[in-house]
């Protein structure tokens, strides 16, 4: 087959998606344009790509013969728009987690692209990072019974430099840091115990950072922002203009499936990595470092005090890429699911789950800590994109 001719829009942070989907002529997919506000950037950009396109308005780009699919990886709150628009253009779209800002918009993508036909993968490339998989694979095999309760930690160590020097602060932005970082575990906590939250109940606060020094409106990032150096977290200088996002967030979730779930992140953390913990009614699992070389351990052989090794430890493969070798995989999987159809690992509907729990959550957490329902997803669109995007597979067509 042809090659895929991507178009990519958005060249921040994760133009690294773009930079892994351009391979060598023959290998599946290459940039043939991209588009940024930032002209300077566009144009650098284009050139690394072996001359690709260079445009300042994403809708020029959705007008070009020579791009199949694009990669959208601007600022979440552009997603909805951008995404829209593309799949309306006839455009397959990888669309970067979170899907978007608010369940409306989640509910409008996923009904742009059940109206249109055009294919929709959405970035969750946790899915493909190893210590995940190797989570999933253990609990799918019964090694600690039947899952009954989740816990996942997530240490936010570069919190202060990452997330609140720039956009990822306001909250007219993000939302919340419960759609737009957790959307990640959440996926993922969901996919490894099969269900999808029903019932949330959080709550969080602007502990550290709501009170530090922040730079000038309009002053750019200063040199150093990112830094093993800002330490301690109230040590942290030149914060976004706008801070208004919490710091630290406890949730709660009950899941369709019964099982009982709880998540805390916070940002100001020494470390930086994620744990969870699942535990079944014959044992328990948890991750010990989320990359490769750190462990997995098992506990199932019966009671005991405390044990730091378990009854079984798995090594966290190596891997090859960013995010632990996820963005390699998720890429590759996008271009197979649009040149070939084949079924994917994530799911638009699970990444639209995960926003509502993070919706919810947010609304509890700001609302005084009252448990909140998760509104479930429309049944034609669940029906479309369980069965592949196809509707001449959905049972509702037959």
């Known amino acids: ?56 308005d994403y809708r020029q780009l959705l007008k070009r013969t020579d791009v199949d699919a694009v990669l ?22 990888y669309l970067e987690k979170p899907m978007a800002v608010t369940l409306a918009e989640c509910d409008a993508i996923l009904q742009a692209a059940h109206e249109t036909g055009s294919p929709l993968y959405v970035g969750h490339n946790m899915r493909h990072m190893q210590f995940v998989r190797l989570i999933r694979e253990i609990v799918q095999r019964g090694d600690i019974g039947r899952p009954r309760s989740v816990w996942v930690r997530h240490f936010v160590g570069h919190g202060g430099d990452f997330f609140f020097k720039d956009w990822h602060a306001d909250r007219s932005k993000v939302g919340s840091l419960l759609m737009q970082k957790a959307a990640h575990d959440l996926d993922a906590l969901h996919w490894i ?55 630290l967030s406890l949730v709660n979730m009950r899941l369709d499936n019964g099982v009982l779930a709880a998540y805390q992140q916070c940002h100001y953390t020494p470390d930086y990595w994620r744990n969870f913990t699942v535990i079944g009614d014959e044992g328990r699992v948890e991750n010990f470092d989320d990359g490769p070389g750190g462990t997995i351990r098992v ?93 001449a597979a959905s049972p509702a067509a037959r």
Not at 77 to 92: F, P, S, V
Not at 206 to 223: N, Q, V
Not at 224 to 235: E, I, Q, R
Not at 345 to 365: F, N
């Open 1 to 56: 087959m042809d090659d895929l001719r991507i178009g990519a829009i958005g060249l921040g942070l994760r133009r690294t998606l773009a930079e892994t989907a351009h391979r060598p002529p023959g290998q599946g997919s290459r940039v043939t344009a991209v588009a940024d506000l930032d002209e300077a950037a566009a144009r650098k950009a284009a050139d690394s790509f072996d001359g690709a396109a260079a445009e300042t």
């Open 72 to 93: 959208v990886a601007t600022p979440d709150h552009t997603h909805a728009e951008i995404a829209i628009d593309a799949l309306r253009a006839g455009k397959a779209v």
């Open 193 to 247: 115990v099969g269900g999808y939250a029903e019932t949330v109940q959080a709550l969080g606060d602007l502990t550290i950072y709501g009170k530090l020094p922040r730079r000038p409106t309009g002053a750019p990032k200063t040199d150093g922002w990112l830094s093993g150096a800002n330490w301690p977290p109230l040590a942290q200088r030149d914060l976004n203009p706008t801070v208004d996002v919490e710091d």
């Open 299 to 391: 506990w199932n052989k019966g009671r005991r005090n405390y044990d730091e090794r378990g009854d079984a430890e798995y090594r966290i493969p190596d891997s090859v890429g960013g995010h632990d070798g996820a963005d390699l995989k998720a890429i590759g999987e996008f271009v197979d699911f649009v040149r070939s159809g084949v079924p994917t690992t994530t799911s638009p509907i699970a990444a639209r789950m995960a926003v509502a729990a993070g919706e919810l959550a947010t609304r509890s957490l700001r609302g005084g800590g009252v448990p909140l329902a998760v509104p479930a997803p429309d049944p034609m669109l669940l029906d479309y994109f369980d069965n592949g995007q196809s509707r």
